[in-house]
């Protein structure tokens, strides 16, 4: 069990596009970002290509793999447009994320259980391009043992409730999905996946998905990139790192 391993963390940064966009100009720049967030000690960088561009956006994804020295984790939904563009970059992770246009964020997990085998053939032609396909699930043992039978080697655990109801004080549910999580990570590593998480997790909430010893690599964004205003990027990211290192450690 490497409860000792070293805690990657990936930075996402979707939000520095967002504010990009909301001009429709060019800064801040998104790849500008990224070099800082390595510079800053990131383990890898998250993007999300949304199927409407609401964010990052092609070309963003064509500069990441160029100017990276990290691994990018490529998110996307399971749509033959994605699949074409991740098998022309071949980044190091794909990461599947179920997507509706209507939602401001990735609200929950990909329901693999109910769409088994179409998954199975979406992601076989991914992995056979050496990439590391990464499922987006909740922390539910079904999801997690379709995610298996498919083939994926990675599950990334949707960690959205767990920060809601910390920000919400709803301790009892904060209590529950943590307890959930927390189960749900063995139980994945015992089946042989590499367990990933994230989704709102800010300082505040961190530090008890850290401390798992089955959890490989935390993916981190919104809140890195609203405190980015107060402290930069460079120093928001030291603090999660920071914070990382002390409830692994
Ligand atoms: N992991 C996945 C799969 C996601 O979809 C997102 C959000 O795009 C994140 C991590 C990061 O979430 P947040 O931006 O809330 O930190």
Same mark, same amino acid.
């Given at each position: =069990?490497?409860?000792?391993?070293?805690?990657?963390?990936?930075?996402?940064? *979707?939000?520095?596009?967002?504010?990009?966009?909301? +001009?429709?100009?060019?800064?801040?720049?998104?790849?500008?970002?990224?070099?800082? $967030?390595?510079?800053?000690? #990131? *383990?890898?960088?998250?993007?999300? %290509?949304?199927? /409407?561009? +609401?964010?990052?956006?092609?070309?963003?994804?064509?500069? %990441? =793999?160029?100017?990276?020295?990290?691994?990018?984790?490529?998110?996307?939904?399971?749509?033959?447009?994605? @699949?074409?563009? #991740?098998?022309?970059?071949?980044?190091?992770?794909?990461?599947?994320?179920?997507?509706?246009?209507?939602?401001?964020?990735?609200?929950?997990?990909? /329901?693999?259980?109910?769409?088994?085998?179409?998954?199975?053939?979406?992601?076989?032609?991914? +992995?056979?391009?050496?990439?590391?396909?990464?499922?987006?699930?909740? #922390?539910?043992?079904? @999801?997690?043992?379709?995610?298996?039978?498919?083939?994926?080697?990675?599950?990334? &655990?949707?960690?959205?409730?767990?920060? /809601? $109801?910390?920000?919400?004080?709803?301790?009892?549910?904060?209590?529950?999905?943590?307890?959930?999580?927390?189960?749900?990570?063995?139980?994945?590593?015992?089946?042989? &996946?590499?367990?990933?998480?994230?989704?709102?997790?800010?300082? /505040?909430?961190? @530090? !008890?998905?850290?401390?798992? !010893?089955?959890? =490989?690599? &935390?993916?981190?964004?919104?809140?890195?990139?609203?405190?980015?205003?107060? &402290?930069?990027?460079?120093?928001?990211?030291?603090? =999660? +790192?920071?914070?990382?290192?002390?409830?692994?450690?």
């Amino acid at each position: =069990m490497p409860s000792d391993a070293k805690l990657r963390l990936g930075v996402n940064i *979707d939000h520095v596009a967002t504010v990009r966009n909301a +001009r429709g100009g060019a800064y801040p720049d998104p790849l500008r970002a990224a070099k800082l $967030a390595e510079e800053a000690g #990131a *383990d890898g960088i998250t993007a999300h %290509l949304r199927e /409407d561009r +609401r964010h990052i956006s092609d070309a963003d994804i064509d500069g %990441l =793999m160029e100017v990276l020295t990290v691994p990018l984790n490529f998110e996307m939904a399971a749509t033959a447009e994605m @699949q074409k563009i #991740a098998l022309r970059h071949k980044p190091h992770a794909v990461c599947l994320v179920p997507e509706k246009r209507e939602e401001r964020t990735t609200e929950g997990g990909l /329901d693999v259980a109910r769409d088994e085998n179409r998954l199975a053939h979406y992601i076989a032609p991914l +992995r056979e391009a050496g990439c590391r396909v990464s499922i987006f699930i909740a #922390a539910d043992k079904r @999801q997690i043992e379709a995610a298996h039978r498919i083939g994926a080697e990675v599950i990334e &655990l949707h960690t959205g409730a767990y920060c /809601d $109801a910390h920000a919400e004080g709803d301790i009892a549910t904060r209590d529950r999905e943590l307890e959930g999580l927390r189960e749900m990570s063995a139980h994945a590593h015992a089946l042989g &996946l590499e367990v990933h998480a994230g989704h709102g997790l800010t300082y /505040d909430t961190v @530090q !008890p998905v850290a401390g798992f !010893p089955e959890v =490989m690599e &935390l993916n981190i964004g919104h809140f890195l990139i609203g405190e980015s205003i107060f &402290l930069g990027l460079g120093p928001a990211i030291t603090e =999660m +790192r920071r914070l990382i290192d002390e409830a692994r450690g």
